[in-house]
């Protein structure tokens, strides 16, 4: 856990929910144990969409469709979106609930590994959400900043890993030390590239906002 439980129960209290259907997909998910974003994570991609309106987003891990359809809801009608999924047994879970929600012209499902699909895309996005294998977003990193346009916002999720970042190495159980020291060098990345201005933040189990400039970031800044 990131954050005080007593806090994060507060938070929760504050939120004004979503829309009957993605309330039930999200209770149906939590039953069938299907991973989906936090309810911190919901807030926070609700905000961003409210202040950067994007049309044209770029999603990377769809499970259940849960996230593309919060999306579809709140970035407005006009907005596009293409997700990747790579497990075949959420890939017509998430197709029928496209349909049930009535979102499958505004959102394009493509199947296969995310690392074969992103380097066939042309893009641009300007909106780029990450949500799948972490042991991979480092691999993955040079085609996002591709894809992504200037201004546009790559939104990273559990990037701190319940808090085991910040563990010795020794310390992660042998099975996760892989995702342990690559999400490591994709933090690093993020922060030390010219073409992102990238903040860490302690939302759900860490979310990394980062945003392309057209000059070095801490030119930008300075």
């Known amino acids: 856990m990131i954050i005080d439980e007593r806090l994060r129960t507060y938070i929760h209290s504050l939120?004004?929910?979503?829309?009957?259907?993605?309330e039930e997909l999200e209770n149906q998910a939590h039953q069938d144990g299907v991973p989906i974003i936090r309810a911190e994570m919901q807030t926070l991609i609700k905000t961003l969409l409210a202040l950067k309106r994007p049309e044209r987003i770029l999603e990377v891990g769809?499970?259940?469709?849960?996230?593309?359809?919060l999306?579809?809801?709140?970035?407005?009608?006009?907005?596009?979106?293409?997700?990747?999924e790579n497990f075949e047994?959420?890939?017509?879970?998430?197709?029928?609930?496209?349909?049930?929600?009535?979102?499958?012209?505004?959102?394009?499902?493509?199947?296969?590994?995310?690392?074969?699909?992103l380097p066939s895309l042309s893009g641009p996005y300007d909106?780029?959400?990450?949500?799948?294998?972490?042991?991979?977003?480092?691999?993955?990193?040079?085609?996002?900043?591709?894809?992504l346009l200037p201004g546009g916002i790559l939104l990273s999720d559990n990037v701190l890993?319940?808090?085991d970042l910040t563990e010795s190495h020794f310390l992660v159980e042998r099975r996760n030390r892989t995702i342990h020291k690559r999400?490591?060098?994709?933090?690093f990345a993020l922060t030390h590239h010219e073409q992102l201005c990238t903040v860490i933040l302690p939302v759900g189990d860490g979310a990394a906002l980062s945003?392309?400039?057209e000059n070095r970031c801490q030119e930008t800044i300075s």
């Open 183 to 187: 999400m490591r060098e994709y933090l």
């Open 161 to 163: 890993q319940e808090g």
């Open 71 to 84: 999306i579809s809801e709140y970035a407005g009608p006009d907005a596009r979106i293409v997700t990747i």
């Open 15 to 22: 939120d004004k929910g979503n829309t009957p259907f993605l």
């Open 89 to 117: 047994k959420r890939i017509p879970e998430a197709r029928g609930n496209f349909k049930k929600a009535g979102r499958e012209g505004q959102i394009t499902l493509l199947e296969g590994d995310a690392g074969d699909i």
């Open 127 to 147: 909106f780029i959400f990450m949500d799948a294998a972490k042991g991979q977003y480092i691999n993955w990193l040079a085609d996002l900043v591709r894809l």
């Open 211 to 213: 945003v392309k400039v």
């Open 62 to 69: 769809t499970a259940v469709g849960f996230s593309a359809l």
